[in-house]
T-cell receptor, first 113, second 111 residues
Framework: DSGVTQTPKHLITATGQRVTLRCSPR?????VYWYQQSLDQGLQFLIQ???????AKGNILERFSAQQFPDLHSELNLSSLELGDSALYFC????????????FGPGTRLTVL | AQSVTQLDSQVPVFEEAPVELRCNYS??????LFWYVQYPNQGLQLLLK??????LVESINGFEAEFNKSQTSFHLRKPSVHISDTAEYFC?????????FGRGTSLIVHP
């Protein structure tokens, strides 16, 4: 158990819909990262938050957005969903100890029908 | 810009045989290197990492990796694999706090 929690574990929805994925980092970790894992693209970095502020952006679509709240949990919002958005979405957290080590949650499997 | 190449998408081996999973990276600066393992239906877990110092790093379950700066490689090895080592293995490189992951190597251990 990494200490990072993600809900829900599975999500099935239809094209055009909007969903919210939730992540709670390990106790004490200020950084949260979101990744998308699919068979064709591999593990892609989406976005990073540090202590409530957006720190870095990767291959995140404009239809996707995220935020980190004062209690440090984070939400990833996916809207106008397309079939190609079906993937595993992982959240990871890290502590600012200089080691760049990330701790991953169990993931949310999103299926868009 | 940093990048990672995992040369094999799938490596089948028999139980108790040795295995090497290959990883090459490119980066313009000093980097940190990682191997993560993903078991079926789970998230990634850190297996081992190279930050500095000894170029040979070991994990608690018998894996080791050697940082080779001249060949820009960080290959993962285990002298004798178990069925339970069947998983997806990801090599990652980090210049900053955003790592770049390879496409992964599926290690399949047959009895």
């Amino acid at each position: 158990d990494s200490g990072v929690t993600q809900t829900p574990k599975h999500l099935i929805t239809a094209t055009g819909q909007r969903v919210t994925l939730r992540c709670s980092p390990r106790s004490g970790d200020l950084s949260v990262y979101w990744y998308q894992q699919s068979l064709d693209q591999g593990l892609q970095f989406l976005i990073q938050y540090y202590n409530g502020e957006e720190r870095a952006k990767g291959n995140i679509l404009e239809r996707f957005s995220a935020q980190q709240f004062p209690d440090l949990h984070s939400e990833l919002n996916l809207s106008s969903l397309e079939l190609g958005d079906s993937a595993l979405y992982f959240c990871a957290s890290s502590v600012k100890d200089g080691t760049h080590t990330q701790y991953f949650g169990p993931g949310t499997r999103l299926t868009v029908l | 810009a940093q990048s990672v190449t995992q040369l094999d998408s799938q490596v089948p081996v028999f139980e108790e045989a040795p295995v090497e999973l290959r990883c090459n990276y490119s980066s313009s600066v000093s980097v940190y290197l990682f191997w993560y393992v993903q078991y079926p239906n789970q998230g990634l877990q850190l297996l081992l990492k190279y930050l500095s110092g000894s170029t040979l790093v070991e994990s608690i379950n018998g894996f080791e990796a050697e940082f080779n700066k001249s060949q820009t490689s960080f290959h993962l090895r285990k002298p004798s694999v178990h069925i339970s080592d069947t998983a997806e293995y990801f090599c990652a490189v980090s210049e900053s706090y955003i790592p770049t992951f390879g496409r992964g190597t599926s290690l399949i251990v047959h009895p």
